[in-house]
C-alpha cells in the first residue's frame, strides 16, 4: 500500500454568486474544483476573471513523491550539474577580479600622469595611440562595469549555492572522497 499512488476525487461545483455591485440580476459564475486524496485537500476556483488556487491543507506527502521520482542517475547528474554551475561561476568571479585589478593598477599608474601624455591602448587586437586623457576616463567606466558584473555574478554564485545546498539536504547526500 506503501507505494500506491494516491487516489483523488474532484468534485466539480458550479457557484453562483450575486453581484450587488452591479445589479440584481447580475451574476458571476464560479466553477469550483475540489481535489480530496490522502493527505491533501486543495480547491480550485475558475472566475470570470480570476484562477485562484487555495490549499484546505498542507501535505508532506507531495514532497516525499518528489524525492522518489528521481532515481539514483538523475541524482548524480544534477549534483553534478550543480556543482558544475558553482565552479564555472567561481571561475568566472576570479577571472573578473583579476581583470579589474589589472584595471586598478593602470588607473593608478595613469593618475600620476599628465592628461595630454601619449599612451597606446589595445583595443580588438589593434594597438591604438591615445592620450591619457582619453583613457583614463574610458578605463573608470569600464572599471565600474565589471565591478558590476562581478556583484551580480557573486549573487547568482550564492543562490545556487543555496540551491545546492537545499538538494544535498533533500535527498541527503554525503560527500565522500576517494
Not at 494516491?6 to 453581484?19: G, Q, S, T
Not at 472566475?47 to 513523491?65: E, V
Not at 588607473?107 to 583613457?135: A, N, Q, Y
Request: proline content about 3%; some cysteine.
Amino acid at each position: 500500500m506503501a507505494g500506491e499512488s494516491p487516489v483523488y476525487v474532484e468534485n466539480i461545483i458550479l457557484e453562483l454568486f450575486a453581484r450587488p455591485e452591479r445589479g440584481t440580476r447580475a451574476r458571476t459564475a464560479c466553477i469550483c474544483v475540489e481535489r480530496f486524496g490522502k493527505g491533501s485537500k486543495s480547491r480550485w476556483t475558475l472566475g470570470t476573471n480570476h484562477l485562484k488556487w487555495i490549499p484546505l491543507m498542507a501535505t508532506k506527502q507531495k514532497q516525499k513523491s518528489k524525492q522518489k521520482t528521481l532515481s539514483t542517475e538523475e541524482i548524480q547528474q544534477n549534483y553534478s550539474k550543480l556543482q558544475n554551475e558553482l565552479q564555472a561561476l567561481a571561475q568566472k568571479i576570479g577571472e573578473l577580479e583579476s581583470e579589474a585589478e589589472e584595471h586598478d593598477l593602470v588607473l593608478s599608474t595613469l593618475s600620476d600622469v599628465e592628461p595630454s601624455r601619449k599612451c597606446f591602448r589595445m583595443i580588438g587586437g589593434v594597438l591604438v595611440e591615445r592620450t591619457v586623457g582619453d583613457v583614463a576616463p574610458t578605463l573608470q567606466t569600464n572599471l565600474e562595469g565589471i565591478k558590476k558584473v562581478i556583484e551580480t555574478l557573486a549573487n547568482q554564485y550564492k543562490t545556487k549555492e543555496e540551491e545546492f545546498t537545499s538538494f544535498v539536504k533533500e535527498y541527503n547526500i554525503r560527500q565522500t572522497r576517494a
